[in-house]
């Protein structure tokens, strides 16, 4: 079955660093980049980042420069997530995505199911 | 970053009706647009990629055209289950950017 599995719900305080997992299965790993997204509560989805599952080449969207880290173990095919400095802005339903196509044809077409993670005093 | 303007914020409708949401960008993408629907506590679902192209699956009253800056997501015929949000999603140059969503409700 073709799907991408996240880690569970997780509570930080303010200042604490957050690393959700995003276990592919059914399909080759490396074939494809890995992209998080983002949704805060009544919100829309905000794009964070890629990362290249076969290079380990990360892009980060400016707002998250320094802040996020993208990782994978190819060998078990988990891409991580990885943000530091969290405020309560940072609440948020965490999506990892994958990337598929190249140029006009690039979307993300298999999503994993979202792993929330709450900021909080 | 490319700004992404959908229209109308909300639309209310009756199962049956034909429904026509907008994403406007802020500079040219050329056709690197997709088309999400996205039903609570669910995932975002690809519907349309490449504009106008239909991802694998997904029925074939949802439809995409448009290139350059304005883009349409058309329902032929709105059925039960579309009862939900929708967002554009710019691909053409990172960041990658989304539309502010579209809801589509109950009349």
């Known amino acids: 079955q073709v799907q991408l599995v996240q880690s569970g719900t997780e509570v930080k305080k303010p200042g604490a660093s957050v690393k959700v997992s995003c276990k592919a299965s059914g399909y080759t790993f490396t074939a494809n980049f890995i992209h998080w997204v983002r949704q805060a509560p009544g919100q829309g989805p905000e794009w964070m980042g890629w990362?290249?599952?076969?290079?380990?080449?990360?892009f980060s969207a400016p707002k998250f420069q320094g802040r996020l880290t993208m990782t994978r173990d190819t060998s078990i095919g988990t891409a991580y997530m990885e943000m530091s400095g969290l405020t309560s802005d940072d609440t948020a339903v965490y999506y990892c995505?994958?990337?598929?196509?190249?140029?006009?044809?690039?979307?993300?077409?298999?999503w994993g199911q979202g792993t929330l993670v709450t900021v909080s005093s | 970053d490319i700004q992404l303007t959908q229209s109308p914020s909300f639309l209310s409708a009756s199962v049956g009706d034909r429904v026509t949401i907008t994403c406007r960008a802020s500079?040219?993408?050329?056709?690197?647009l997709a088309w999400y629907q996205q039903k609570p506590g669910m995932a975002p679902k690809l519907l349309i990629y490449?504009?106008?192209t239909l991802q694998s699956g997904v029925p074939s009253r949802f439809s995409g055209s448009g290139s350059g800056t304005d883009f349409t997501l058309t329902i032929s015929s709105l059925q039960p289950e579309d009862f939900a949000a929708y967002y554009c999603?710019?691909?053409?140059?990172?960041?990658?950017?989304f539309g502010q969503g579209t809801k589509v409700e109950v009349k």
């Open positions: 995505a994958r990337g598929s196509g190249a140029d006009n044809w690039r979307r993300l077409d298999l």
């Open positions: 490449a504009a106008s």
């Open positions: 500079q040219g993408i050329s056709t690197s």
């Open positions: 999603e710019q691909l053409n140059t990172y960041p990658s950017t």
């Open positions: 990362m290249s599952s076969s290079s380990g080449g990360t």
